[in-house]
């Protein structure tokens, strides 16, 4: 099993950037696909950003070109480390963020299509 612990979101005004990141443990090897979801109040979760082992990154449609996912593995192979770099921030933005792990080389468009391992969320609020 995966246990992702995410960290990183913050109050921030618009315009202004965050990172957030995702520590995967455990057994990673179930942790082909990393990257994130989120859910703004009264909306679906959405996709975010995903990133695998084998493929590019791929993002949703609403952040592309403003939002950046990396991921970094140490030599001893023991743990994933997701990164979600945000800039340019919008009030649109806010939601809470949830890291995911799965086994496949992407993260479906509809969460609820997801299969795999959920973090517990963190909150991103930006003001304007």
């Known amino acids: 099993q995966v246990q992702l612990v995410e960290s990183g979101g913050e109050l921030v005004q618009a315009g202004g950037s965050l990172r957030l990141s995702c520590v995967a443990s455990?057994?990673?090897?179930?942790?082909?696909?990393m990257g994130w979801y989120r859910q703004a109040p009264g909306k679906q979760r959405e996709l975010v950003a995903g990133?695998?082992?084998?493929?590019?990154?791929?993002?949703?449609?609403s952040v592309e070109d403003r939002f950046t996912i990396s991921r970094e593995i140490p030599r001893d192979g023991s743990k994933i480390t997701a990164y979600l770099q945000m800039i340019n921030l919008l009030p649109e933005d806010t939601a809470v963020y949830y890291c995911?792990?799965?086994?496949?080389?992407?993260?479906?468009?509809?969460?609820?299509?997801?299969?795999?391992?959920w973090g517990q969320g963190t909150q991103v609020t930006v003001f304007s």
């Open positions: 455990g057994s990673i090897f179930n942790a082909n696909v």
């Open positions: 990133l695998s082992q084998s493929g590019g990154p791929h993002y949703g449609d």
């Open positions: 995911v792990a799965g086994p496949r080389s992407i993260l479906p468009r509809m969460a609820s299509d997801f299969s795999g391992t």
